[in-house]
Every structure is written in structure tokens, then in C-alpha cells.
């Protein structure tokens, strides 16, 4: 259930507790309080339902339960403060990355988020990237840019600097495979609706040559 559907459901429960009152009013003089109790009654059921109409909107929309959804959301919150933490330290420090490195670091990132946030059920696939990798490319990020940004270095610090452009490089490659492995779920999805037209066309083709040779 949308934001809008959800307002105007909430609206138009408003609507009716307010009518049944003024209804109830006229009926029932000078009973204020059992006016109040039967509209109080009335306001809980009509939230009830209007609850549970939405969460099976959202059960059927995304495939996931309510709380399910909400535990996808909070962590996709958590995911897209580091990733503008990660772009922030990143245009900061373009020492860390050539260009292309750092444009196409971030383009992973943001690419896994969008497909989730539009498809909350698919969170699952990427979960070693939402609660390990994304976590080991921010604070390794965030080391490096510390330790860059000292104003006296010695030779470990260059050579602990050099270690760390070179894992985070290969971390961005075990992102990039992360990506990879949500795509070949669509991959492997369209090739099965594809072997189903293919056989429905063949079916259809076959009764088609059949029916020619019967006449």
C-alpha cells in the first residue's frame, strides 16, 4: 500500500468516526459517554482492518512480510550512509583511486542498493555485501584517508598505504562478483521464460502443420 493509498485510507476512517459521532449525537442525547465508547470501538476496528488491508498489500507486492520489510528497509538506510560516506571520502581523497576506479567502485555500490530498494525481496541475495563487504570497503576507506591525510609519513605508513590500495581494490572486485551473482539470477530467469515461449511456440507451430495436413 502506498504512502497516498495509506493517507487516504486514514482519512477516510477519520471521515467516517466523525459522521457515526454526529450520527450517534443525534440519536443518542445527552449520552456522551457511551456516544464516545461506541465511536472509540468503532475508530479501532475500522484502524484494525485498515492495518491488515496493508500489510497483505505489501505481502503481495513485494513478497515479504512486514516485518521482514521493515528489517530490509533499516538496513537499506544503514547501506545508503555509507555509500554517501564512501563517495564523500572518495572525491576527498583522489589519490585512493584512479578516476575510473573510484567511478566504477561507487557505480557497484549504488547498483546493488537501487536493485534491492526496487526489489526489497532480492536483499537476500546480497547479503554478504549489505553486512560484510560494503562494511570492509567503508572503514578501510576511511583508514586509508586518515593515514593519508597526516602530515608525517615514514616508510610503514607508505607501505600500509600501498597494502590498503590493494585490498580495497580487490574488494572491489569481490563487489563487482556480488553484482554479478544478482544478475545471473535475472539471467537465469529470462532463460527459463525464454525456453517457455520457445516451447509454446513450438507447440503452436506443430497444432498449426497439423492442421494444414487434415485439410
Avoid at 585512493?96 to 526496487?118: A, G, H, M, P
Avoid at 598505504?161 to 563487489?175: E, G, K, P, Q, Y
Wanted: proline share 1%; net charge positive.
Amino acid at each position: 500500500m502506498t504512502l497516498f493509498k495509506k493517507i487516504m485510507a486514514f482519512t477516510g476512517s477519520i471521515i467516517i468516526v466523525f459522521v457515526l459521532f454526529g450520527i450517534l449525537s443525534a440519536i443518542f442525547t445527552h449520552r456522551l459517554l457511551l456516544i464516545s465508547i461506541i465511536t472509540l470501538v468503532v475508530a479501532g476496528i475500522l484502524f484494525f482492518f485498515s492495518s491488515r488491508a496493508g500489510e497483505k498489500a505489501l505481502s503481495e507486492k513485494t513478497g515479504l512480510t512486514k516485518k521482514e520489510y521493515q528489517y530490509i528497509r533499516s538496513n537499506l538506510e544503514e547501506a545508503r550512509a555509507k555509500i554517501m560516506r564512501l563517495q564523500k571520502i572518495m572525491s576527498s581523497h583522489k589519490t585512493l583511486y584512479s578516476f575510473q576506479e573510484r567511478n566504477k567502485t561507487l557505480q557497484l555500490t549504488k547498483r546493488i542498493y537501487t536493485i534491492v530498494k526496487d526489489e526489497p525481496k532480492r536483499f537476500y541475495e546480497a547479503e554478504d555485501f549489505f553486512f560484510s563487504h560494503l562494511d570492509s570497503l567503508v572503514e578501510l576507506t576511511e583508514k586509508y584517508a586518515f593515514l593519508e591525510s597526516q602530515p608525517v609519513k615514514d616508510k610503514k605508513i607508505y607501505q600500509t598505504l600501498s597494502d590498503t590500495r590493494s585490498l580495497l581494490n580487490d574488494l572491489s572486485r569481490v563487489i563487482e562478483k556480488d553484482l554479478f551473482t544478482m544478475l545471473n539470477q535475472d539471467v537465469n530467469s529470462l532463460d527459463f521464460e525464454l525456453e517457455v515461449a520457445k516451447n509454446s511456440i513450438s507447440k503452436q507451430k506443430q497444432k498449426f502443420e497439423r492442421g494444414q495436413k487434415d485439410e
